[in-house]
């Protein structure tokens, strides 16, 4: 079982950037398709982006389209998640998810949090009006 640990977080204003990673271990990680997630309070934890294990497909929900982007360095057993143009509703707790594939489902991007079996603990997000 693959153990992921997020980073990266914190407290930004208003239009702000921030990068999150999420370093793993334990496996190997080329073989994983990686989510981002975030939960905000009172919320159910709801999708953000994802990428293939294969790295040549991504995802997005429709909220962080042209803001948010994923990204992977499999040398380093890290995903990325670049954050641009933060708004106040982008706050929420942060969690990096993995998921492991095989050749066939390599180029698949998975949306579903319920499809993930390994999760971070989280790293919290803040951004200010």
């Known amino acids: 079982q693959v153990q992921l640990v997020e980073s990266g977080g914190g407290l930004v204003q208003a239009g702000g950037s921030l990068r999150l990673s999420c370093g793993a271990s334990?496996?190997?990680?080329?073989?994983?398709?990686m989510g981002w997630f975030r939960q905000a309070p009172g919320k159910e934890r709801e999708f953000v982006a994802a990428?293939?294990?294969?790295?040549?497909?991504?995802g997005y929900t429709d909220s962080v389209k042209g803001r948010f982007t994923i990204s992977r360095d499999n040398a380093k057993n890290t995903v990325y998640l670049q954050m641009n143009s933060l708004k106040p509703e982008d706050t929420a707790v942060y969690y990096c998810?993995?998921?492991?594939?095989?050749?066939?489902?390599?180029?698949?991007?998975?949306?579903?949090?319920?499809?993930?079996?390994?999760w971070g603990q989280g790293t919290q997000v803040t951004v200010s009006s």
């Open positions: 334990g496996g190997t990680f080329s073989n994983y398709a």
């Open positions: 990428i293939s294990s294969s790295g040549d497909r991504t």
């Open positions: 998810a993995a998921r492991p594939t095989t050749y066939i489902s390599r180029s698949i991007v998975y949306t579903r949090r319920q499809l993930y079996n390994a």
